[in-house]
């Protein structure tokens, strides 16, 4: 009978722990969608990319290096691009001043530091080492 009660109270302990986890994914949900929102509000007026490019002079305001207009949509390292200086992921906001001239490069390499969910990480597994 003891072991019973011990089991009920492990069980309970259990669901409160799932509501708990329930109420808590509810909560990133709603974020997420206010997320969207804001999103959808601070772009209506579209950002003027070119706008924030000459604003930088076409210069990568990470490294410094110049990015000419003419390597504009390329792949070359100093390609010009528009770098989210605080990621959207990350509650940054698609506007002007949250913007920056980024060369290609950099702007890969802020990419692969920022992983779009943070749950990325559990699933870097023993086989991805290389
Ligand atoms: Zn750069």
């Known amino acids: 009978m ?4 011990w089991l009920a109270g492990r069980l309970s302990d259990d669901e ?3 509501l708990t986890a329930a109420s808590a994914h509810g909560a990133e949900r709603r974020l997420q ?3 969207h929102i804001r999103m959808r509000q601070t772009s209506s007026g579209k950002v003027n990319l070119i706008k924030i490019l000459n604003r930088d002079g076409w210069v990568c ?5 110049r990015t000419p207009p003419e390597l504009r949509g390329t792949r070359e390292p100093s390609a010009p691009e528009v770098d989210h200086i605080i990621p959207l992921a990350r509650g ?7 913007m920056q ?9 802020k990419a692969a530091r920022v992983p779009i969910a943070a749950n990325d990480n559990h699933k870097v597994g023993s086989t991805q080492a290389a």
């Open 33 to 35: 969608k206010q997320r």
């Open 92 to 98: 940054g906001l698609h506007i002007a001043d949250n």
């Open 61 to 65: 305001q990470i490294c410094g290096v």
């Open 101 to 109: 001239c980024a060369c290609h490069a950099c702007n890969k390499a």
């Open 16 to 18: 409160i722990a799932s």
């Open 2 to 5: 003891e072991v019973l009660n």
